[in-house]
């Protein structure tokens, strides 16, 4: 167990909903990342929250967008979904100095 | 967003042979992390490097940073059906920002 807990573990929506993914760090991590991957793809970097902060953008779409709350807690939320956003999220958690990223086991979209 | 480049993409091995293999980057990073995933699972972090040059082992896993601090390998000797599943190297930057290489998909044949 990484310490990193995201809900749901899957979703099944339609096109052109909007669903919202949670995260929640390990204990005491301040940073969380998130990534997407799809079918056969490597990890692809989405965004980073630091303390509450945007701290790095990667390849994240305009309907896609990202929070960090008070408690640490960060929510991924996706909008007008496409079919070819069906793929596997992931948070990762980490960022005090001389720690590493530690990933949860991801939520699993599926756009029908 | 930058990514590593990480070699070879597969491997097809026979149980009991080593492995190897290697990420390469055009920036230098602090710490290189090797990660595995197995199907449908989040990655689980294998080995963390925090000096250029440093060689740690996990049991039959063997990583190095590389003098340069744009590269580095991951070994694992004696390979077991086990050990199936995709690696990633990644490497922390000092802005504390993570990237990932592309993944190596390793299939051991018993």
């Known amino acids: 167990d990484s310490g990193v807990t995201q809900t749901p573990k899957h979703l099944i929506t339609a096109t052109g909903q909007r669903v919202t993914l949670r995260c929640s760090p390990r204990?005491?991590?301040?940073?969380v990342y998130w990534y997407q991957q799809s079918l056969d793809q490597g990890l692809q970097f989405l965004i980073q929250y630091y303390n509450g902060e945007e701290r790095a953008k990667g390849n994240i779409l305009e309907r896609f967008s990202a929070q960090q709350f008070p408690d640490l807690h960060s929510e991924l939320n996706l909008s007008s979904l496409e079919l070819g956003d069906s793929a596997l999220y992931f948070c990762?958690?980490?960022?005090?100095?001389?720690?590493?990223?530690?990933f949860g086991q991801g939520t699993r979209l599926t756009v029908v | 967003g930058q990514q590593l480049n990480q070699s070879p993409q597969s491997m097809f091995i026979q149980e009991g042979e080593d492995v190897s293999m290697n990420c390469t980057s055009s920036s230098i990073f602090n710490t290189w992390l090797w990660y595995k995933q197995d199907p449908g699972e989040g990655p689980v972090l294998l080995i963390a490097l925090y000096k250029a040059g440093e060689l740690t082992s996990n049991g039959r896993l063997t990583a190095q940073f590389g003098i340069t601090r744009k590269d580095s390998f991951l070994n694992i000797s004696a390979s077991i059906p086990s050990d199936v599943g995709i690696y990633f190297c990644a490497g922390r930057n000092t802005g504390n920002q993570f990237y990932f290489g592309t993944g190596t998909s390793l299939t051991v044949i018993p």
């Open positions: 990762a958690s980490g960022g005090r100095v001389g720690t590493e990223a530690f």
């Open positions: 204990s005491g991590d301040l940073s």
